[in-house]
């Protein structure tokens, strides 16, 4: 089954401690991306990667890092998480780098929060 | 720069009534227009989109939408809403200029609440 999957789907932590959340999808897209939602706000995008070792910066980038090593992955960084960065936080990958618009497929999201 | 705005946040509507969800964008160059349902406590999936051709759109589970260029406009609608429908939808462009990246940009949600 084609999916973008994302770990863990609930965390709670406390400030400073650093954590790391997982997205993998298995559709063999070049294009991921990293959105925050929160109340209000709708969604905002995070970091977002083109292919592998190919990383750019969205409209909400502080406090923030990723990585692409691999294809199928591409995990969110929290080095000193803060509680403003308490949020719904979702993955999302789609084909075809140079076809804008391809449909992006999301993961079913991750609830953090900082204490 | 682009922006997409949602003007209701919250639509509440009875069961089997018809809905209309509204969706306006500011933008300088021409945009892919897109709707995205997000079921609770579920991630987003794609409910319908324009890109070229016919100004009226159909989507899944019998959505459809219009698109207004005068208006700029792109408004979702349904002709009788169920109690499952009942999800936050978000209205998105991507704009089509050269160094697109075709990144989403989403308005803030409409909270589409059902009512038996």
């Known amino acids: 089954e084609a999916q973008v999957t994302q770990n863990p789907r609930y965390l709670i932590t406390v400030t400073g401690k650093k954590l790391t959340v997982t997205c993998s999808q298995n559709?063999?897209?070049?294009?991921m991306s990293w959105y925050r939602q929160d109340p209000g706000l709708g969604l905002r995008q995070i970091y977002y990667?083109?292919?592998?070792?190919?990383?750019d910066k969205g409209d909400v980038p502080e406090g923030y890092k990723v990585s692409r090593k691999e294809k199928r992955n591409f995990p969110l960084i929290l080095e000193s998480p803060s509680p403003n960065q308490t949020s719904l936080y979702f993955c999302?990958?789609?084909?075809?780098?140079?076809?804008?618009?391809?449909?992006?497929?999301f993961g079913p999201g991750t609830r953090l929060t900082v204490t | 720069a682009q922006s997409v705005t949602q003007l209701d946040s919250q639509v509440p509507v009875f069961e089997e009534a018809p809905v209309e969800l509204r969706c306006n964008y500011s933008?300088?160059?021409?945009?892919?227009l897109f709707w995205y349902v997000q079921y609770p406590n579920q991630g987003l999936q794609l409910l319908l989109k324009?890109?070229?051709?016919?100004?009226l759109v159909k989507g899944i589970n019998g959505f459809e939408a219009e698109f207004n260029k005068s208006q700029t406009s792109f408004h979702l609608r349904k002709p009788s809403v169920h109690i499952s429908d009942t999800a936050e939808y978000f209205c998105?462009?991507?704009?089509?200029?050269?160094?697109?990246?075709?990144?989403?940009?989403f308005g803030k949600g409409t909270k589409l609440s059902v009512k038996p």
């Open positions: 324009y890109l070229s051709g016919s100004t």
């Open positions: 990667s083109m292919n592998v070792e190919v990383t």
């Open positions: 999302a990958s789609k084909d075809r780098v140079t076809g804008l618009v391809d449909e992006q497929y």
């Open positions: 933008s300088s160059v021409s945009v892919y």
């Open positions: 998105a462009v991507i704009p089509d200029y050269g160094g697109s990246q075709g990144n989403l940009i």
């Open positions: 559709m063999n897209h070049e294009y």
